[in-house]
Nanobody, 127 residues
Framework: QVQLVESGGGLVQAGGSLRLSCAASGRTFSTIAMGWFRQAPGKEREFAAAISRSGGRTTYADSVKGRFTISRDNAKNTVYLQMNSLKPEDTAVYYC????????????????????WGQGTQVTVSS
């Protein structure tokens, strides 16, 4: 498994920006696909964004498309989630997730497709 540590969460006003980071260790970073999920109070965990091993393919939930950008730096073993134009409904605990991927272009959107999770970082957007 991969060990994951998120950082960068906090309190921000609506319309503001935050950048989340997730540092990975335990496996060669370039062999793993990464994803970001979020869980709001009283709701199920939901997919936000995913990125392939190479970083060449990304996908987003409709709710964040055009506002969030996922990226990775394989030299730093880190994946990022740049969040712009934040809304109160983006308030949640954000988790990064990882799994081995068989090819450079694979990404995954289901939480049950990942086998390693971080501890989460709280993002709160005030209105």
């Amino acid at each position: 498994q991969v060990q994951l540590v998120e950082s960068g969460g906090g309190l921000v006003q609506a319309g503001g920006s935050l950048r989340l980071s997730c540092a990975a260790s335990g496996r060669t970073f370039s062999t793993i696909a990464m994803g970001w999920f979020r869980q709001a109070p009283g709701k199920e965990r939901e997919f936000a964004a995913a990125i392939s091993r190479s970083g060449g393919r990304t996908t987003y939930a409709d709710s964040v498309k055009g506002r969030f950008t996922i990226s990775r730096d394989n030299a730093k073993n880190t994946v990022y989630l740049q969040m712009n134009s934040l809304k109160p409904e983006d308030t949640a605990v954000y988790y990064c997730a990882a799994r081995l991927a068989p090819g450079l272009s694979y990404y995954y959107t289901g939480s049950n497709e990942y086998d390693s999770w971080g501890q989460g970082t709280q993002v709160t957007v005030s209105s």
